[in-house]
């Protein structure tokens, strides 16, 4: 009699099972090469059905030394391509290809595999699979109490737990115990194995050496090596559910949101009640006659049957988003929003009119919307988001109204500054709090109420000051100081020998930046700055220091520049020039050669070899310099 054993035979322990009873004795077992590469990549993944399989392939092994069996191993290895479409049935055809080349019965616990096998005329043998680690609860669940927030176990430490409301968690010891090893590969194979048999749970991911397990409101992460440096499983769940009437200003909230569709950002650091309150708003809308969906990854939020929650379709958010806008709902509660592409997907299902709520991880309110700039353009920012609800320890801290107008931007005078301005507003007084503008091509966020009290640099300060030294700098070869005066006028210092350069002929050249910046503009030396440097002490950096140092000084020193850094190039600004060649150096010290562009600007994009080097020799403050390289 010959017998060619599937995978889900071997791990079912079948075989040894047959031979024990005498079924099988003196039979042929033929083990097609394919059933062993499935288990040893499972015992690889850390699987215990792997485990299992092997371990009954050792029994087979002696039973053949002991005479009770034949055994056999034939066929072809599954390559990687195979076994990672082991789903799809290519093992399987290959251990069925065995059977049939060997005229030989096929155990199988795999009713699939048995019926296919029965449709190719191959004698088939169908045994009842094993219920293999059935677990009826929860193993962990013995370590929640009323407060307890999440578990956190780790193989070789003690178990501990946060516990306490919400805003006062405390990190403590739960057991004095040292957990091992085997109890942990025991609880993590239970929790895995609970939520495949569970009609109360499902694993949103699983990948090598982590899988995410989602039971009931609990939200588990198996971690294993290789991936981690030992079994660890931490668990979470929500100690708290609200409604909107919990929270201050929840009748001005429940207006707003009826109002009209919104673009909503609830931020706050972990742990503070971001997602409870997430859920209060997804409850509220609900309730209210909106359509409303979630999309979630891992699924956590405590909301209703009606509210129904997806997870990334294929692996992309995007890919759900594109779902989402076949539904159509009136609101989606985004869970977490953190990296540019989830940005991107919020700000496609909001500009689509769909009312979108995320959730953020931020220390601050405005840090929620600053999460945008760089990621969309930033007129589009209030149309994207007109709301930012900031949570801290369990409460509404904070809740902002986002607009725009055309303006001049506070502290700056003149009228050609007028530009587009996001104004962010204290949504309970109505006084605003921040602007957000571009600056000299920056993108600044200005404090307008500055809390270390009315003698320290203001928001609208410390900007002009930099781009006023940034201007002075592009044309000095020397030290600059800069002092404001007031909101529009400013006092800036240079080296004797820098005094003509920067004023120009006729003061053509100061009043060109006097234009460009909106503020009134005193040269003066640093001899004349009170209690300041002095000739000697200009010297050091000035023109007559810089060229008893290395002699760099007139066309060969080079125009000294101030790089811009922008989320995707570093830009020089070198006056004139257009289409000259240039070295561009640190110090003296050559970094590369470059054309100027149009715009009478070198451009170098970031992550690039140049730009590294470049950007590191920006942080090491050294005197970036363009020289003409005829």
Request: charge should be negative; avoid cysteine.
């Given at each position: 009699?010959?017998?060619v054993?599937?995978?889900?035979?071997?791990?079912?322990?079948?075989?040894?099972?047959?031979?024990?009873?005498?079924?099988?004795?003196?039979?042929?077992?033929?083990?097609?090469?394919?059933?062993?590469?499935?288990?040893?990549?499972?015992?690889?993944?850390?699987l215990?059905?792997?485990?299992?399989?092997?371990?009954?392939?050792?029994?087979?092994?002696?039973?053949?030394?002991?005479?009770r069996?034949?055994?056999?191993?034939?066929?072809d290895?599954?390559?990687?391509?195979?076994?990672?479409?082991?789903?799809?049935?290519d093992?399987?055809?290959?251990?069925r290809?065995?059977?049939?080349?060997?005229?030989?019965?096929?155990?199988?616990?795999?009713?699939?595999?048995?019926?296919?096998?029965?449709?190719?005329?191959?004698?088939?043998?169908?045994?009842?699979?094993?219920?293999?680690?059935?677990?009826?609860?929860?193993?962990?669940e013995?370590?929640?109490?009323?407060?307890?927030?999440?578990?956190?176990?780790?193989?070789?430490?003690?178990?501990?737990?946060k516990?306490?409301?919400?805003?006062?968690?405390?990190?403590?010891?739960?057991?004095?115990?040292e957990t091992?090893?085997?109890?942990?590969?025991?609880?993590?194979?239970?929790?895995?194995?609970?939520?495949?048999?569970?009609?109360?749970?499902?694993?949103?991911l699983?990948?090598?050496?982590?899988?995410?397990?989602?039971?009931?409101?609990y939200?588990?992460?198996?971690?294993?090596?290789?991936?981690?440096?030992?079994?660890?499983?931490?668990?979470?769940?929500?100690?708290?559910?609200?409604?909107?009437?919990?929270?201050?200003?929840?009748?001005?909230?429940?207006?707003r949101?009826?109002?009209?569709?919104?673009?909503?950002?609830?931020?706050?650091s972990?742990?503070?009640?971001k997602?409870?309150?997430?859920?209060?708003?997804?409850?509220?809308?609900?309730?209210s006659?909106?359509?409303?969906?979630?999309?979630?990854?891992?699924?956590?939020?405590?909301?209703?049957?009606?509210?129904?929650?997806?997870?990334?379709l294929?692996?992309?958010?995007?890919?759900?988003?594109?779902s989402?806008?076949?539904?159509r709902?009136?609101?989606?509660?985004y869970?977490?929003?953190?990296?540019?592409?989830?940005?991107?997907?919020?700000?496609?299902?909001?500009?689509?009119?769909?009312?979108?709520?995320?959730?953020?991880?931020?220390?601050?309110?405005i840090?929620?919307?600053q999460?945008?700039?760089?990621?969309?353009?930033?007129?589009?920012?209030?149309?994207?988001?007109?709301?930012?609800?900031?949570?801290e320890?369990?409460?509404?801290?904070?809740?902002?109204?986002?607009?725009t107008?055309?303006?001049?931007?506070?502290g700056?005078?003149?009228?050609?500054l007028?530009?587009p301005?996001?104004?962010?507003?204290?949504?309970?007084t109505?006084?605003?709090?921040?602007?957000?503008?571009?600056f000299?091509?920056?993108?600044?966020?200005?404090?307008?109420?500055?809390?270390?009290?009315?003698?320290?640099?203001?928001?609208?300060?410390r900007?002009?000051?930099?781009?006023?030294?940034?201007?002075?700098?592009?044309v000095?070869?020397?030290?600059?100081?800069?002092?404001?005066?007031?909101?529009?006028?400013?006092?800036?210092?240079?080296?004797?020998?820098?005094?003509?350069?920067?004023?120009?002929?006729?003061?053509?050249?100061?009043?060109?930046?006097?234009?460009?910046?909106?503020?009134?503009?005193d040269?003066?030396?640093?001899?004349?700055?009170?209690?300041?440097?002095?000739?000697?002490?200009a010297?050091?950096?000035?023109?007559?220091?810089?060229?008893?140092?290395g002699?760099?000084?007139?066309?060969?020193?080079?125009?000294?520049?101030?790089?811009?850094?922008?989320?995707?190039?570093?830009?020089?600004?070198?006056?004139?020039?257009?289409?000259?060649?240039?070295?561009v150096?640190?110090?003296?010290?050559?970094?590369?050669?470059?054309?100027?562009?149009?715009?009478?600007?070198?451009q170098?994009?970031?992550?690039?070899?140049?730009?590294?080097?470049?950007?590191?020799?920006?942080?090491?403050?050294r005197?970036?310099?363009?020289?003409?390289?005829?």
């Open positions: 009699m010959n017998v054993p599937d995978t889900s035979a071997v791990i079912d322990g079948r075989v040894s099972e047959r031979v024990e009873d005498g079924s099988y004795e003196g039979a042929t077992v033929i083990v097609p090469e394919a059933v062993v590469g499935e288990l040893e990549s499972q015992a690889n993944d850390g215990e059905s792997g485990w299992d399989g092997l371990s009954e392939l050792q029994r087979l092994a002696e039973f053949a030394d002991e005479g069996i034949e055994l056999r191993y034939v066929g290895r599954p390559t990687g391509d195979a076994r990672s479409h082991a789903a799809e049935g093992v399987d055809a290959l251990i290809e065995v059977a049939d080349a060997e005229a030989a019965t096929l155990l199988s616990s795999d009713i699939v595999q048995a019926e296919v096998a029965r449709a190719k005329g191959i004698d088939v043998e169908y045994v009842e699979p094993v219920a293999r680690g059935v677990v009826d609860e929860l193993p962990i013995e370590y929640f109490t009323d407060d307890t927030m999440s578990v956190h176990l780790k193989t070789g430490t003690k178990p501990k737990a516990r306490g409301a919400l805003g006062e968690m405390r990190y403590e010891v739960i057991e004095e115990t091992t090893e085997e109890r942990m590969t025991e609880l993590a194979n239970s929790i895995v194995d609970l939520a495949r048999q569970s009609s109360e749970g499902f694993i949103e699983s990948d090598d050496g982590m899988d995410i397990v989602q039971y009931r409101n939200r588990i992460a198996v971690a294993r090596p290789p991936f981690a440096d030992g079994v660890e499983i931490t668990a979470v769940r929500p100690i708290a559910k609200t409604t909107l009437d919990d929270y201050e200003f929840a009748d001005e909230l429940r207006e949101f009826r109002e009209r569709k919104r673009g909503v950002l609830i931020a706050g972990p742990g503070a009640g997602s409870t309150f997430a859920q209060a708003v997804a409850e509220f809308l609900n309730d006659d909106y359509a409303v969906k979630t999309m979630e990854q891992p699924r956590d939020l405590q909301v209703g049957p009606e509210v129904t929650q997806y997870g990334a294929g692996g992309e958010m995007a890919n759900t988003a594109d989402l806008l076949l539904v709902p009136d609101y989606t509660i869970d977490e929003v953190r990296k540019t592409k989830d940005f991107e997907v919020f700000s496609d299902m909001r500009m689509a009119g769909v009312g979108m709520v995320g959730v953020v991880h931020a220390s601050r309110a840090d929620a919307l999460r945008l700039v760089g990621r969309v353009e930033l007129g589009m920012i209030p149309q994207i988001v007109d709301t930012v609800v900031y949570i320890a369990g409460e509404v801290h904070t809740v902002y109204d986002v607009t107008e055309v303006k001049v931007p506070a700056l005078t003149a009228e050609d007028a530009r301005v996001i104004q962010v507003r204290n949504f309970e109505g006084t605003p709090e921040f602007e957000i503008y571009t000299n091509r920056q993108v600044v966020t200005v404090p307008l109420n500055d809390e270390e009290g009315e003698e320290s640099e203001t928001g609208v300060g900007i002009a000051k930099q781009e006023i030294e940034r201007e002075i700098r592009s000095a070869h020397g030290h600059v100081d800069v002092e404001l005066k007031g909101n529009d006028e400013a006092i800036v210092y240079v080296g004797e020998g820098d005094i003509g350069t920067v004023i120009g002929k006729g003061g053509g050249r100061i009043a060109d930046i006097e234009n460009r910046l909106g503020i009134e503009i040269v003066r030396t640093h001899d004349e700055k009170p209690g300041g440097r002095g000739a000697g002490s010297g050091e950096n000035g023109a007559g220091g810089a060229g008893e140092a002699g760099q000084v007139g066309e060969e020193r080079g125009s000294v520049v101030q790089p811009e850094i922008t989320s995707r190039h570093v830009v020089l600004d070198v006056e004139g020039g257009v289409g000259e060649t240039v070295e150096r640190a110090n003296g010290e050559y970094l590369f050669t470059a054309t100027v562009g149009r715009g009478g600007e070198v170098v994009s970031r992550g690039s070899a140049i730009a590294e080097e470049l950007e590191d020799a920006i942080d090491r403050k005197t970036i310099t363009v020289v003409s390289a005829r």
